[in-house]
T-cell receptor
Framework: GAVVSQHPSRVICKSGTSVKIECRSL??????MFWYRQFPKQSLMLMAT?????????EQGVEKDKFLINHASLTLSTLTVTSAHPEDSSFYIC??????????????FGPGTRLTVL | AQKITQTQPGMFVQEKEAVTLDCTYD???????LFWYKQPSSGEMIFLIY??????QNATEGRYSLNFQKARKSANLVISASQLGDSAMYFC?????????????FGGGTRVLVKP
């Protein structure tokens, strides 16, 4: 199947700093990428849909000025958590949709990034 | 209302036995897709099986099969011959509409522990 990578896999930062998480599709082009957040023992919650070359679409309750998304190319989307606080500590997972695919499973997930804000 | 409901927060299963994980969904869109993912402790989301709303037959992928009951809006996952490596969280998810780019909505998950 298609491969999606995330970097870093784990990050610890001080409160008030900004953290950038990268999501890359390694062997296919992705017009659409999705960013999810997962708190401990909970399900995945969609934060935003990122489309290449256009602004991201944020889910209700997600602050777009705090969670900046940039989908600059067909293989890379970045999520920047600005002025991070301890309550932003979570597991962030991206998924990518292939440009052309007859495959029913057209969303491929990255391995996730665990963010800890001290 | 919850779009995807998984009523079993956790369950034990004996190795080599079968286990059924429940999933019910709610949508008014006639076209939708249902997915099951496995999430081991490492956190990665592993795709297991897919069922389209117009598919006539239940989906099967190796030891995984999906018991799709459209009228009841249920899409239960059956894992046959459980293995210790099957211990993980399992999530049911739904995509509404035809476009593959439509977002996925996940259920709350079921934690499965396989006993030797």
């Amino acid at each position: 199947g298609a491969v999606v990578s995330q970097h870093p896999s784990r990050v610890i930062c001080k409160s008030g700093t900004s953290v950038k998480i990268e999501c890359r599709s390694l062997d296919f082009q992705a017009t659409t990428m999705f960013w999810y957040r997962q708190f401990p023992k909970q399900s995945l919650m969609l934060m935003a849909t990122s489309n290449e070359g256009s602004k991201a679409t944020y889910e209700q309750g997600v602050e777009k000025d705090k969670f900046l998304i940039n989908h600059a190319s067909l293989t890379l989307s970045t999520l920047t958590v600005t002025s991070a606080h301890p309550e932003d500590s979570s597991f962030y997972i991206c998924s990518a949709r292939a440009v052309t695919s007859g495959d029913r499973n057209t969303q491929y997930f990255g391995p996730g990034t665990r963010l800890t804000v001290l | 209302a919850q779009k995807i409901t998984q009523t079993q927060p956790g369950m034990f299963v004996q190795e080599k036995e079968a286990v059924t994980l429940d999933c019910t969904y709610d949508t008014s869109d006639p076209s939708y897709g249902l997915f099951w993912y496995k999430q081991p402790s490492s956190g990665e989301m592993i795709f297991l099986i897919y069922q389209g709303s117009y598919d006539q037959q239940n989906a099967t992928e190796g030891r995984y099969s999906l018991n799709f009951q459209k009228a009841r809006k249920s899409a239960n996952l059956v894992i046959s011959a459980s293995q210790l490596g099957d211990s993980a969280m399992y999530f049911c998810a739904m995509r509404e509409g035809r476009a593959a780019g439509n977002k996925l909505t996940f259920g709350g998950g079921t934690r499965v522990l396989v006993k030797p």
